[in-house]
């Protein structure tokens, strides 16, 4: 996108174009949209990317607002101390006293998971979660006028609920109030509105938080007259907001407006707290909603520890599937279980869903399938960070019910795959369902991990079952642990019930994250001072002008390859904004920017640099990749020109691109390598037809600052 402020620019605007805001909206645009282009993309890893907020909400700038850390116990005017809590789930597994209570991980009671009531409003009290949320086309109110968002984002809600009161008829109600939110996530500006007026998306980091200065209140109402079940029940809040974003923090509102007003979010709830997850709509078949608005906002349950037992399984019949996760879709044979767990308390940690139980299966590929690329990952829990070099698909997880227990509450499925990694030695103490009918708990040592799980979609025939959290992974470590005696349990899940006999603790699957790794920003090169000759014939006179200004150009390292299969790779790049000023005895004074790739050909000005030789594959062979090499670089330019004709400005812009090119010996260009064009370009008005001007042969040297 050109760049539309500057002294010079305002003073040809305005002599044809007297209006003043125009000029101040154009370069707020302009800062909107840089501000959001060198920003990094979000994504989840350890933790919430830190957005600066006022310091009238975050006391301690550490990226939590002040409401966020009173109600989770951490101290909002110290720095050093962070939640710790099952609202912010990496916290549990960082090994560190994040919230400085001298209390860590498990031992923490902010890591202890949320009792789950399914049948009676449990008493006044609160509850902590983690949430996802996602906008879609959000009409958020800015200075520039209305900007279409989309935000998705994750983070802590705390929600304060009333004790139950009897409304008569066998129903009940409790009043609710979310007294934290901050939901840490990516904004993005839809193309063609104010405030990013290009054809692209512009994203940015961003942070949603609940108004601390108002009260965001609702209510929960029994519509069952069953004295002695609540659910399902109708909930609502309505919730003041407040939305990050380069223009600072704005307020939400309602579909329509106004700004400010309180957003009408309901559901009909099952449990709670209202966990969903579309792997068991069976407990909260629905996020909350807003009427006419694409929004979801979800409390995602939390997933605990299984302890895995060796069995004898009856036989099976083998069955085909459909299985996707984070490394691919494959067509499977489910062959037969072979592994059982339950879910089990670690180091004294609370199980949230008793009856969540997995249930393995061996899994082979059907004809036809690609072989499995192994591939490495770093995954992240209690343990600490962990390499892990995966061999291929071993086993599928299934959720199932046991004996007379509940159905799983929220529990995906999860594709397994063999790995390989250091032993990690530690010793844990374990208590799960056996442990407590055996009145013991058991002291194991955690060896070596056996198997990561991905949670996984599964469709068998017509039916799909989706991923419910794609964000949390089960890492199996083989155990050792003391002598067990079998027993026999009943196990049933979506392929049947079966009797099982298990004889021997065998694994520990721990949840743990995949921190992705932030794939590397475009590179931004600013040439400041930056030269073109372009020889210039407007129809009526004709003159060589020498002209300098600033140049963005923008190198997306992380595009490089080989596209075009000629051996050589190369990588994306694309001027961004172009400003040169100059003055010509014959034609007075002349800007050329590029064209905003919205207008008319509607194209951004691309190109790439690709290097002469591959010496060294995987690597741009120019310096500073490399000691030696050179590249050879295009753009293909779509120009605008201002001159004067006969004391009046016109503005022109070529009528197809320019195609500048250079050879290079350093990336950014070393001083004085110059891009040339070889063409004579015609210049085109605004009704794109050609006119008797054109521009070029030219010459632009890009000079570093």
Known sequence: ?????????????????????????????????????????????????????????????????????????????????????????????????????????????????????????PPAGADSFDSTITLVGYALATPLGICPLDFQGTGPTVVKRGDP????????????????????????????????????????????????????TGKITDTNPDLGKDFPADSFFDVFFLIDTPLGLLPGGPPGGPAGSPVHVTNTIQSIPPFYS?????????????????????PTPPLDHFKCYAGKFPAFKPRKVT??????????????????????SRNG????????????????????????????????????EQNLSVNKPLALFVPSKKGHLAKPAALDHFTCYSVK????????????????????????????????????TKTVGAVTTPVGDPTWHLVCYAIETRRFEPRRVVAVNQFGKEVVTVVKPVHLCVPSSKPVQQPPSPEVDQFPNSTATVPLNTGVATDTVMLTGPTTVQVDLAGLGDPDGDGREQVPTEITQMQLTGNSSALGPVLITIRDSVQHPTQRSVGEIEETTNDTPGVLDVPPFTPTGTAQSFFDVFFEVTFSVQDQLVTLHTCSPVRITATLTHKPPAPNEAYRSTDMIPL????????????????????PG
Do not use: W
């Open 684 to 703: 085109c008005d605004e009704q794109e037809q050609p006119t008797p001007a054109h521009l070029g042969p030219l010459t632009f040297v890009p000079i």
């Open 278 to 298: 579309p792997a068991n709509p069976a407990l909260n078949p629905k996020c909350y909603t807003v009427a006419g608005l694409p929004h979801q906002h979800c």
């Open 165 to 216: 009161v009897d409304l008569a008829g066998g129903l009940r109600g409790v009043d609710t109030e979310i007294v934290a939110l901050q939901l840490f996530g990516t904004g993005t500006l839809l193309p063609s509105s104010p405030c990013n007026p290009g054809a692209t998306p512009v994203s940015f980091p961003a942070t949603m938080i609940e108004d601390p200065a108002k009260q965001s």
């Open 349 to 384: 940690q609370e199980i949230f869903d008793t009856g969540g139980h997995l249930k393995r299966y061996r899994i082979q590929d059907l004809p036809g399938q690609p072989p499995f690329a192994p591939l490495d990952v770093l995954v992240l829990n209690e343990f600490g």
């Open 421 to 456: 990694g250091q032993a990690v030695n530690q010793r844990v103490t374990l208590e799960d369902q056996f442990d407590v009918e055996d009145g013991k708990v058991e002291k194991a040592t955690v060896g070596k991990p056996v198997t990561l799980c991905n949670p996984t």
């Open 323 to 344: 299985l996707e996760d984070q490394f691919g879709k494959r067509k499977v044979r489910v062959t037969g279980p072979d592994i059982f767990c339950n879910p089990v």
């Open 1 to 121: 996108m050109s760049t539309r402020s500057g002294g010079f620019r305002e003073r040809l605007v305005a002599r044809v174009r007297p209006e003043e805001g125009t000029v101040a909206r154009r370069a707020l645009t302009t800062l909107i949209l840089s501000l959001a282009l060198v920003a990094p993309v979000l994504v989840v890893a350890r933790g919430p990317v830190v957005v600066a907020l006022p310091a009238a909400l975050d006391t301690d700038g550490d990226g939590f607002i002040d409401t966020v850390e009173i109600n989770l116990g951490s101290d909002p005017a110290n720095a050093a101390s962070t939640p710790e809590s099952e609202a912010v789930p990496a916290s549990c597994i960082d090994g560190v006293d994040n919230d400085l209570d001298t209390k860590t991980d498990e031992a923490d009671p902010g890591c202890q998971p949320p009792h789950l009531s399914r049948k009676t409003f």
